[in-house]
């Protein structure tokens, strides 16, 4: 069983849709979640971290924790073509971060 | 403010040549992460380190990879003897102090790409 699992893709939306990703983690003792961006040949990008149950939201981008799940999910609201990326969840306990496979999203103009 | 500063950007080496990869963290960052991203997988961690210690290494390969962080300069990324499943983009991090907690965060570099040919 991987570590950190995501809903496979790619994803595919209109412009200003909703785009949902999703996102599980078998460690219960990760603590700390993350959401990159990452466009292709260029470096993850840190677009949400999330530390405790319940919803963040940043802009566009609302993540949501449910640790007794351990799942975590990241909302793109009012998508734009420039969302075009793959986006990785990362967890961790300490130091280590451990990635998803990373699900790509198309935004359609 | 500079971020995290990796070279070469891109290296192409012939099989049995070694490769080495360069990572200066940010300003005021003392603790580096070395990650691989295999084609199409995602990132998997290699190693942790801090000034002169190597903290964590239970993701590099056992053999012909290794990694230093000495007091002065960059860290450095070692492979021997390179081979076709080296070819990957290897991504340098770095942050504050240790622990994933609020606050910490772990910024990448632009990663460096190494064909192997």
């Known amino acids: 069983q991987k570590e950190v699992e995501q809903n496979s893709g790619p994803l595919s939306v209109p412009e200003g849709a909703i785009a949902s990703l999703n996102c599980t983690y078998s460690d219960r003792v990760s603590q700390s979640f993350f959401w990159y961006r990452q466009y292709s040949g260029k470096s993850p990008e840190l677009i949400m971290s999330i530390y405790s149950n319940g919803d963040k939201e940043d802009g566009r981008f609302t993540a949501q924790l449910n640790k007794a799940s351990q799942y975590v999910s990241l909302l793109i609201r009012d998508s734009q073509p420039s969302d075009s990326a793959t986006y990785l969840c990362?967890?961790?306990?300490?130091?280590?971060?451990?990635f998803g496979a990373g699900t790509t999203v198309t935004v359609r103009a | 403010n500079a971020g995290v500063m990796q070279n070469p950007r891109h290296l192409v080496r012939r099989r049995g040549q070694e490769a080495r990869l360069r990572c200066s963290p940010m300003?005021?960052?003392?603790?580096v992460y070395w990650y691989r991203q295999l084609p199409e997988e995602g990132l998997k961690f290699m190693v942790y380190?801090?000034?002169?210690?190597?903290?964590?290494e239970s993701g590099m390969p056992k053999e012909r990879f290794s990694a230093e962080f000495p007091k002065e300069g960059p860290s450095i990324l070692r492979i021997q003897q390179v081979v076709r499943g080296d070819s990957a983009a290897y991504f340098c991090?770095?942050?504050?102090?240790?622990?994933?907690?609020?606050?910490?965060?772990?910024?990448f570099g632009e990663g460096s790409w190494l064909t192997v040919v």
């Open positions: 300003k005021g960052h003392s603790h």
């Open positions: 990362a967890a961790s306990n300490d130091y280590k971060l451990s």
């Open positions: 991090a770095s942050s504050p102090r240790t622990g994933g907690d609020s606050g910490n965060t772990i910024y």
């Open positions: 380190l801090q000034k002169e210690n190597i903290i964590d």
